[in-house]
């Protein structure tokens, strides 16, 4: 059958008698960012689905050697499957070379909200993407016509953070500064649920990958969980002295991640709520925070102008990375985890090797401070976005400045990627949202 690709699918329990039951290969599905092949497999009567990671895939991967080795260590494939499993290989070396040569254009200008603009974010395939603003809603818009579908009312002051449950893409989470989050139904607007009980400002969340849970981080200190589908609070995440100002769930959404103005970031068990470590040791505040694809790192970037990256099972740092002359405000792992970058204060981002903590590039040309960055999905560019009211996009192998994205009239404080790697979206103090396709 025609593999196709997943934004992944939940894995399969174990089954109950704890007997191995026998397991039949159904389907390849492919995964494109980072890459790899999931195999959907029957056990039993239950459906179940097992990730082959190829990580370290380049274009120069001896392909042959590669899909010799899945074959022997995975039991699940069999000699027969080969040739389908070389295809699916091919198939993804083709889509880390995609978009490489082509620069990005202006595509749209969006003037989005009457009062200023707050945050952006894309849904998975990139097709829809919101923004929050000072003027008390999100608005939901169509990428490709850049009309807008819907305008989410109801919260008494700023909409500050937002997200899709990605892979999804069927609910909105909107965080705001009267203290509750919203969950709402992205394709009719109906406000599903109001979560009340946070003391101050909302200023971050997430949904976890599996769209069960909502994190929510505010000023008062305090993160909370919440069941998506039934609106209630499941637990609190209590033990900061300052205010959250960023969360992010683990790959496999068992663990999430808080950065605090405290100077610390602490892990904890999703399941339960229970702190697992305190990650200590910057010397400022927390500005933002990160895990790898794996779940084994975290990096944790603050305004002591370091970046420090972290054995998330032991809790142990690794490395800290310096080099920077100014307040580090934001980190990103590229999606294979094997590089990460920082953007600064100091008007530069660096790249830096993982494993060794060794700096790869400097990213020198804009003339003002870094707020935002991230990689594309292949993991071949970066885009920063600054004060100086443009976005770069560097190449994150050598560093060179590969374009300037310009037009905004004030400074952009969100750059981002769909997942194909083939859009961008800015946000600006100008007041508009700027949509760049290649």
């Known amino acids: 059958?025609?593999?196709?690709?997943?934004?992944?699918?939940?894995?399969?329990?174990?089954?109950?008698?704890?007997?191995?039951?026998?397991?039949?290969?159904?389907?390849?599905?492919?995964?494109?960012?980072?890459?790899?092949?999931?195999?959907?497999?029957?056990?039993?009567?239950?459906?179940?689905?097992?990730?082959?990671?190829?990580?370290?895939?380049?274009?120069?991967?001896?392909?042959?050697?590669?899909?010799?080795?899945?074959?022997?260590?995975?039991?699940?494939?069999?000699?027969?499957?080969?040739?389908?499993?070389?295809?699916?290989?091919?198939?993804?070396?083709?889509?880390?070379?995609?978009?490489?040569?082509?620069?990005?254009?202006?595509?749209?200008?969006?003037?989005?909200?009457?009062?200023?603009?707050?945050?952006?974010?894309?849904?998975?395939?990139?097709?829809?993407?919101?923004?929050?603003?000072?003027?008390?809603?999100?608005?939901?818009?169509?990428?490709?016509?850049?009309?807008?579908?819907?305008?989410?009312?109801?919260?008494?002051?700023?909409?500050?953070?937002?997200?899709?449950?990605?892979?999804?893409?069927?609910?909105?989470?909107?965080?705001?500064?009267?203290?509750?989050?919203?969950?709402?139904?992205?394709?009719?607007?109906?406000?599903?649920?109001?979560?009340?009980?946070?003391?101050?400002?909302?200023?971050?969340?997430?949904?976890?990958?599996?769209?069960?849970?909502?994190?929510?981080?505010s000023m008062d200190s305090t993160a909370k969980l919440w069941d998506v589908e039934r609106g209630v609070e499941l637990c609190t995440l209590i033990g900061h002295t300052a205010e959250i100002v960023s969360l992010n769930f683990n790959t496999e959404g068992d663990k999430i991640i808080t950065g605090s103005f405290d100077h610390t970031t602490k892990v904890w068990e999703v399941a339960t709520g229970r702190c697992i470590h305190t990650l200590a040791g910057h010397r400022g505040e927390i500005s933002s925070t990160q895990f790898d694809f794996s779940g084994d790192l975290c990096i944790t970037g603050s305004i002591d102008r370091t970046c420090k990256i972290w054995n998330v099972d032991t809790g142990a740092c690794i490395n800290t990375l310096r080099g920077h002359n100014d307040e580090i405000l934001d980190v990103a792992f590229s999606c294979t985890g094997a590089r990460l970058v920082t953007a600064s204060a100091d008007g530069t981002a660096r790249v830096y090797n993982t494993m060794t903590g060794a700096c790869q590039a400097i990213l020198i040309g804009h003339e003002g401070e870094i707020s935002k960055v991230a990689f594309n999905p292949q993991g071949t560019k970066i885009v920063t976005a600054s004060s100086d009211r443009t976005c770069r996009l560097w190449d994150a192998e050598s560093g060179d400045c590969l374009q300037v994205l310009e037009g905004h009239t004030d400074e952009i404080f969100s750059a981002a990627f769909n997942y194909e790697g083939d859009t961008i979206i800015t946000g600006s103090k100008d007041n508009t949202c700027r949509i760049w396709k290649c």
């Not at 056990?43 to 899945?70: A, F, H, M, R, S």
């Not at 305008?151 to 009267?178: C, M, Q, W």
């Open 1 to 217: 059958r025609r593999a196709r690709e997943s934004g992944g699918v939940p894995l399969c329990r174990p089954s109950p008698s704890g007997r191995a039951r026998a397991m039949k290969l159904k389907r390849f599905l492919l995964r494109y960012y980072p890459p790899g092949i999931l195999l959907e497999y029957e056990q039993g009567n239950e459906l179940c689905t097992k990730p082959v990671d190829l990580l370290t895939l380049t274009p120069d991967t001896d392909v042959e050697v590669l899909v010799n080795q899945i074959v022997r260590h995975e039991p699940l494939i069999s000699e027969a499957r080969k040739p389908q499993v070389r295809k699916l290989v091919y198939k993804l070396i083709e889509k880390l070379e995609s978009n490489e040569a082509q620069n990005f254009y202006l595509f749209k200008i969006l003037r989005a909200h009457i009062l200023p603009l707050t945050n952006c974010a894309f849904n998975k395939s990139g097709d829809r993407f919101i923004t929050g603003s000072y003027d008390r809603t999100c608005k939901v818009w169509n990428t490709m016509t850049g009309e807008e579908m819907l305008t989410l009312e109801g919260h008494k002051n700023v909409v500050y953070a937002i997200a899709f449950n990605n892979p999804f893409g069927d609910k909105i989470v909107t965080g705001s500064f009267d203290k509750t989050a919203k969950i709402w139904s992205a394709e009719t607007g109906e406000l599903l649920h109001t979560l009340r009980g946070h003391a101050t400002e909302i200023v971050c969340l997430s949904f976890d990958p599996h769209g069960q849970v909502v994190a929510t981080g």
